[in-house]
């Protein structure tokens, strides 16, 4: 069963100006992870932040948290080309060894 | 090196066929998994080993058969292979059972099945 869902599922920028995705989970979690996948590659971990965390910083990415509402977003400041990517969150809800994926925001940023 | 490298990258096989693509990791991880990606992208867990135990099996068709020879080794063996099971299929490890640690992907194995 789907877990995440993320928020726009696409999403076209301008080059330095910033991104905006957000997702969504259904149950309670200890962790939600936010992983990038370039075309054609493995999913690469961005960062993650625990459930009494509210917001994470890793240089230009924001993560926030807000566990009353079940969602999160990803911010990432001054976009560039190499940005590029398709976003995922993913959470463990149930055991902590299942970790489960959103459908994912498709960015593209635009020169 | 390459910490999680799956073999082959690319497989295009008949219907009917039997396949299997083996993944590695050299991360020291005890925690292994095998996920399928659709062509619309999304992600979805298969099977999950725990230094060579099975901890998670989630409503794959029994022609899908993992194998954990050692921690440090996830093989999955596809039989009777249907249009349906082409994907592409990421091996992934993680340092340790409890869901803190990050997941470290390898780069897939596009299956293709004619």
């Known amino acids: 069963s789907q877990q995440g869902e993320e928020d726009p599922q696409a999403l076209s920028i301008q080059e330095g100006e910033n991104a905006t995705m957000n997702c969504s989970y259904k149950?309670?979690?200890?962790?939600l992870q936010w992983y990038r996948q370039n075309s054609g590659r493995g999913l690469v971990h961005l960062i993650l932040?625990?459930?009494?965390?509210r917001e994470k910083h890793s240089g230009r990415l924001r993560v926030t948290l807000d566990t009353s509402k079940k969602s999160s977003s990803l911010l990432i400041t001054a976009s560039r080309a190499a940005d590029t990517a398709s976003y995922f969150c993913?959470?463990?809800?149930?055991?902590?060894?299942?970790?489960?994926f959103g459908k994912g925001t498709r960015l593209h940023i635009l020169p | 090196d390459t910490a999680v490298s799956q073999t082959p990258k690319y497989l295009v096989t008949q219907m009917g066929n039997d396949k299997s693509i083996k993944c590695e990791q050299n991360l020291g991880h005890d925690t292994m998994y095998w996920y399928k990606q659709d062509s619309k992208k999304f992600l979805k867990i298969m099977f999950s080993?725990?230094?060579?135990?099975?901890?998670i099996n989630e409503t794959v068709p029994n022609r899908f058969s993992p194998k954990s020879p050692d921690k440090a080794h996830l093989n999955l063996h596809i039989n009777s292979l249907e249009l349906g099971d082409s994907a592409v299929y990421f091996c992934?490890?993680?340092?340790?059972?409890?869901?803190?640690?990050?997941?470290?992907f390898g780069e897939g194995s596009r299956l293709t099945v004619l």
């Open positions: 080993y725990n230094n060579k135990e099975l901890i």
């Open positions: 149950t309670s979690i200890n962790n």
């Open positions: 993913a959470t463990a809800p149930n055991r902590d060894d299942k970790i489960i």
């Open positions: 992934a490890s993680k340092s340790y059972s409890g869901g803190t640690g990050e997941l470290f």
């Open positions: 932040i625990r459930s009494n965390e």
